[in-house]
C-alpha cells in the first residue's frame, strides 16, 4: 500500500487477500444514520414499537451495518482511490445496540480489461454473519 491518497493498486490484490474493520453500534450511531438516511423506521429508533415486533426490541439499519464494508473498501482494502460499481447484499441477522459488527472483505476475483475486483464482503456479530454479500470495485492500476 502506497500512501493516504492511494491503497492498493489492481495490480497487487491477488484472490484470498482480505481486510476487515469492526465498531460497537451505538444509539448514537442509530440516531446519526436514521438522520443521514432519512430512515426512521419505528423498529430502528422507537423502543415501544420495536418490542412488539418479531425483533423484541430496536435494531440497527441493516444499512448501516453494510456501510462498514464500504469502510473496509474505501480505507483498508483496496482503500483510497477505489470507485465503488456494484454491491450485493443478504441480511441474515439483526444487529442490536451494543453489538459489535466485523465488516470483512476478501478478494475473489479480478477482471483485468475493466480493472474491477471482486471481493466477498461479509459483516459479523460474533461467529454469526449479519450480512453477506459480493461487491465489484473500480481499483486503479499502477501508475
Same mark, same amino acid.
Given at each position: 500500500?502506497? $500512501?493516504?491518497?492511494?491503497?492498493?493498486?489492481?495490480?497487487?490484490?491477488?484472490?484470498?487477500? @482480505?481486510?476487515?474493520?469492526?465498531?460497537?453500534?451505538?444509539?448514537? $450511531?442509530?440516531?446519526?444514520?436514521?438522520?443521514?438516511?432519512?430512515?426512521?423506521?419505528?423498529?430502528?429508533?422507537?423502543?415501544?414499537?420495536?418490542?412488539?415486533?418479531?425483533?423484541?426490541?430496536?435494531?440497527?439499519?441493516?444499512?448501516? @451495518?453494510?456501510?462498514?464494508?464500504?469502510?473496509?473498501?474505501?480505507?483498508?482494502?483496496?482503500?483510497?482511490?477505489?470507485?465503488?460499481?456494484?454491491?450485493?447484499?443478504?441480511? #441474515?441477522?439483526?444487529?442490536?445496540?451494543?453489538?459489535?459488527?466485523?465488516?470483512?472483505?476478501?478478494?475473489?476475483?479480478?477482471?483485468?480489461?475493466? #480493472?474491477?475486483?471482486?471481493?466477498?464482503?461479509?459483516?459479523?456479530?460474533?461467529? #454469526?454473519?449479519?450480512?453477506?454479500?459480493?461487491?465489484?470495485?473500480?481499483?486503479?492500476?499502477?501508475?
Amino acid at each position: 500500500m502506497s $500512501d493516504d491518497l492511494h491503497g492498493y493498486f489492481f495490480e497487487e490484490l491477488e484472490a484470498g487477500m @482480505s481486510a476487515s474493520f469492526a465498531k460497537t453500534v451505538t444509539e448514537a $450511531d442509530i440516531a446519526a444514520f436514521a438522520g443521514l438516511s432519512g430512515d426512521f423506521n419505528p423498529v430502528h429508533v422507537n423502543e415501544e414499537f420495536a418490542k412488539t415486533t418479531m425483533f423484541k426490541g430496536r435494531i440497527a439499519h441493516g444499512m448501516l @451495518s453494510a456501510a462498514f464494508i464500504s469502510t473496509v473498501l474505501g480505507m483498508r482494502m483496496p482503500g483510497p482511490g477505489c470507485i465503488y460499481v456494484s454491491q450485493a447484499l443478504k441480511f #441474515k441477522a439483526p444487529v442490536r445496540i451494543g453489538d459489535t459488527v466485523a465488516a470483512r472483505v476478501e478478494v475473489v476475483g479480478k477482471v483485468p480489461e475493466k #480493472k474491477f475486483v471482486t471481493f466477498k464482503t461479509t459483516c459479523s456479530v460474533g461467529e #454469526k454473519i449479519v450480512v453477506d454479500g459480493e461487491a465489484t470495485i473500480l481499483v486503479p492500476s499502477r501508475p
